[in-house]
């Protein structure tokens, strides 16, 4: 495979379904894509101001303030304890690592990517840009041999699903007999609100209960847009295996892949703040009270969705003909066959509108109960 092989980019098939959810009387609610719509904290963005005479390049390697702070969190909020700051590494957002991953691991032609059935698509974009082949597939016992990158995405995009201590544990084991390296995208793992998600952390891939203390091949990766509404600020990071950072930090050393000295001063402080973190999740968490209650009376089915941003829903149909129904109700949704073959009647739904469009949607689903 190579990059003409990539299909056109799928947000283009929504444009006549959002045209008909602007027709409506009361506008659209747009739920389709998981964009931050609250604003970024007061705290981050003053200390962004402050950070605004950057003259110099910045280090690609990330400051020491900055990595001192990632280490911090993954102890404070993910129980990951032992890391140092050559352990980690920021990036441009966590989208363009998990696209360019396989390319700088140097993976090619026979080499095979792994990653979930219900997921985001840049997982096989990125495999088919390096000219690897991309295998779609949850079960670590049916991962292939050949296999060089395995992603996994816990709590998953677009369905919410969360992996267990024990279900990272038997990934891992699974990642060291085929000597791949295995790669967390972990980017909702402060979004948790079903089950023992609800009053428990939940678990990284880094985490010793899944590791036995020993990360190597193994990275997570994480992203601010979700938690601290930093989507615009392109601010996130990986961590894992020092071995397999400082070969990333050569390869991105000579592309140029620098994140701003502002925006590393501002992820400092925020990864120092949990109190903006709490509040947004609490916004989230009354969102998500008041849809999914009127999606589920609406004749939906919500399935996995026990943390992260989305509902990842099914009325039994089509999912074109579930968002044809939505679309005449002025909401646009994402249809699931977006996050690969298998969920031809599957939709998900953001969570990240204004409080007052949640209420809007919720009003008119209630209609057709």
């Not at 009361?26 to 200390?47: H, Q």
């Not at 000219?131 to 050949?146: K, S």
């Not at 023992?196 to 899944?210: G, M, N, Y």
């Not at 994140?259 to 989230?284: G, N, T």
Request: glycine share 8%; aromatic share 6%; proline share 7%.
């Amino acid at each position: 495979m190579s990059v003409r092989d990539l299909a056109d980019y799928p947000w283009d098939a929504v444009a006549p379904l959002a045209q008909l959810a602007r027709e409506h009387e009361g506008g659209i609610v747009d739920l389709s894509i998981g964009s931050p719509v609250d604003e970024t904290p007061v705290i981050i963005r003053e200390a962004l101001a402050a950070a605004t005479e950057a003259h110099a390049y910045p280090q690609t390697v990330g400051t020491v303030p900055l990595r001192e702070a990632i280490v911090n969190w993954f102890a404070r909020r993910r129980g990951v304890v032992g890391l140092t700051p050559h352990n980690v590494l920021p990036t441009i957002g966590s989208k363009e690592l998990v696209a360019l991953l396989p390319t700088l691991l140097g993976l090619g032609s026979g080499d095979i990517v792994v990653h979930p059935r219900a997921a985001y698509p840049t997982y096989e974009v990125g495999a088919v840009v390096a000219g690897a082949t991309p295998v779609a597939e949850d079960d670590p016992a049916r991962w292939p041999d050949g296999t060089k990158l395995i992603w996994l995405n816990s709590p998953g995009n677009p369905d919410g699903r969360v992996l267990g201590v024990a279900e990272l544990r038997a990934a891992v084991a699974r990642a060291r007999e085929l000597g791949a390296v295995i790669a967390g995208d972990e980017c909702y793992a402060e979004l948790g609100w079903e089950g023992e998600w609800a009053t428990q952390p939940i678990p990284s891939i880094l985490d010793e209960r899944v590791t036995d203390g020993d990360i190597t091949g193994v990275l997570s990766v994480y992203s601010l847009s979700k938690q601290s509404n930093l989507a615009g600020y392109r601010a996130a990071f990986m961590a894992g295996d020092a071995d397999l950072v400082v070969r990333l930090l050569m390869a991105r050393k000579h592309l140029g892949l620098m994140l701003p000295q502002p925006v590393q001063e501002a992820m400092a402080v925020a990864l120092a703040d949990d109190a903006h973190v709490a509040e947004q999740k609490e916004r989230y968490r009354a969102r998500r009270s008041v849809l999914k209650p009127a999606l589920e009376a609406a004749g939906f089915r919500v399935d996995h969705s026990e943390a992260g941003l989305y509902l990842w829903a099914t009325e039994g149909k089509d999912a074109w003909e579930s968002m044809q129904r939505l679309a005449e109700l002025g909401i646009l949704a994402g249809p699931g066959v977006f996050y690969g073959p298998y969920f031809p009647q599957h939709i998900r739904l953001s969570l990240t509108a204004p409080d007052e469009r949640i209420a809007a949607a919720a009003e008119r689903l209630r209609q057709i109960s």
